[in-house]
């Protein structure tokens, strides 16, 4: 079946820029996701990509995708604290049916 | 916009009761709504997908019986973890997707915690 794999511990430093990666095996995958989970949260919707689409600017956050390489990263520039969190990428080929990966826990360091 | 109300966002309960998960969405018109699980440092894990009007659609390994979910209206479903045990335990999170959307809105959860 489909499979979504990202790194799961990333550290920075504040100020710094964060790069996420993921990795999809699904080639027909036509929507790809990013949510943040805060602790004891629900998911917020950050941004997502058509598979149409190579990047996708949204002030801070900077998606980029690599069709070919089934390969989709997150840029947080200038990491701020309250970007420490659990970030999950997902895709989906319908729009409903969505699988994520585990996520990745971002630490911002002071 | 797009917000997902989720309640309640922890309940506690003795093992054998039922309790009932709320899901709504606010600001807009859902017509699949989904139920997630997720263990403490893991992903999620899609138990069903609610459609409005119809049965929901359970992925496998989920007890249909044991997790009963209505969805009576195009902004509330509700799951209802019957006969709770501590091995149901767990976070549960609700989405809503917009009509002809493709992107799913979270709730905020809700912790269920079984003695």
């Known amino acids: 079946g489909e499979d979504v794999e990202q790194s799961l511990f990333l550290s920075v430093r504040e100020g710094d820029s964060s790069v996420i990666n993921c990795t999809y095996t699904?080639?027909?995958?036509?929507?790809l996701y990013w949510y943040k989970q805060e602790p004891g949260a629900g998911l917020q919707l950050l941004t997502y990509?058509?598979?149409?689409?190579d990047m996708k600017q949204d002030q801070r956050l900077t998606v980029l995708l690599n069709k070919k390489d089934k390969h989709l990263s997150l840029r947080i520039a200038d990491t701020q604290t309250g970007d420490s969190a659990i970030y999950f990428c997902a895709e989906s080929n319908n729009g409903q049916n969505f699988v994520f990966g585990p996520g990745t826990r971002l630490s911002v360091l002071p | 916009g797009a917000v997902v109300s989720q309640h309640p966002s922890w309940v506690i309960c003795k093992s054998g009761t039922s309790v009932k998960i709320e899901c709504r969405s606010l600001d807009f018109q859902a017509t699949t709504m989904f139920w997630y699980r997720q263990f403490p440092k893991q992903s999620l894990m899609l138990m069903a997908t609610s459609n409005e009007g119809s049965k929901a659609t359970y992925e496998q390994g989920v007890e249909k019986d044991k997790f009963l979910i209505n969805h009576a209206s195009l902004t509330l479903s509700t799951l209802t973890v019957t006969s709770a045990h501590p091995e149901d335990s767990s976070f549960y999170i609700c989405?809503?997707?917009?009509?002809?959307?493709?992107?799913?809105?979270f709730g905020a959860g809700t912790r269920l915690s079984v003695l």
């Open positions: 990509i058509f598979s149409n689409m």
């Open positions: 699904d080639s027909s995958s036509t929507y």
């Open positions: 989405s809503a997707s917009p009509l002809a959307k493709n992107i799913q809105y």
